[in-house]
């Protein structure tokens, strides 16, 4: 069930209400943090509805679905993030049509969206690493993340902003976000460009990953309210990014 409008404006001032608390928490601005609303599966209506609301960034996992609610909603000044995992004959739709990728783990993928890429705009970029070395979930590891990272700054049409993890759901939140900040700062150097992005948490979790340093939040429950069954693909609990 899609939630009523009503709905939505109470979860997104809820949501903006934990995020400022967990930011001042950590003696950060709750400006600093951006709110990614995760809207896959969501219909486009949806979507106009959480914009209505206040909401200025999207995230999608599926490619097909998520070409045809941009296009639905070009009239919009919404900003698109692709947070799913990549196929390497999905990257054109990716690079045509996001402003965001949060998803890059190899060195082809990026090369792929670099060359389909058009010239005009750079496509915003984060390396996905795989914090917790977790079997299940995509990334590079992170003792390969440096020279993933050598490789991708090389590359046009791309700007390089950070980092994106997704968690073992059995790790220690804290512990693992902060990793993944370490490891932001021990990549600084050999960063081109703003290096300004931790793009971690989501809707059970992130007041942990703000309390660690998230610049961007991946929130889709809190804000949607909870998908059917049916919205929900048999496989997609192990690589679920939100």
Known sequence: MNPTADA??????????????????????????????????????????????????????????????????????ATWHYIGSIQTNKTRPIAEHFDWVHTVDRA???????????????????????????????????????????????????RLRGLMAILDPTAEPLASYRRLRDLFEHLRPLAPGPWDTLSMGMSDDFPV??????????????VFGARSRAAIGPNEAARNLE
Request: net charge positive; charged share 25%; proline share 4%.
């Open 108 to 158: 082809r993928v990026a090369e792929r969206l670099s060359a389909q890429r058009s010239g005009d705009r750079a496509l915003d970029i984060c390396l996905q690493v795989n914090i917790d070395r977790d079997p299940r979930k995509s990334g590079v590891d992170p003792d390969a993340a440096a020279t993933l990272l050598t490789t991708v700054r090389a590359l046009p049409n791309l």
């Open 209 to 222: 990953a703000i309390a660690a340093g998230a610049t961007h939040i991946r929130v889709g429950t809190a």
């Open 8 to 77: 939505l404006n109470a979860n997104l001032r809820a949501v903006e209400s934990t995020i400022a608390e967990a930011a001042r928490a950590a003696g950060r601005a709750p400006a600093d943090i951006t709110l990614i609303a995760v809207s896959k599966t969501h219909p486009a209506e949806t979507v106009r509805a959480a914009y209505a609301a206040g909401c200025r960034h999207f995230g999608e996992n599926y490619v097909d679905e998520a070409v045809q609610k941009i296009g639905a909603l070009r009239d919009l000044h």
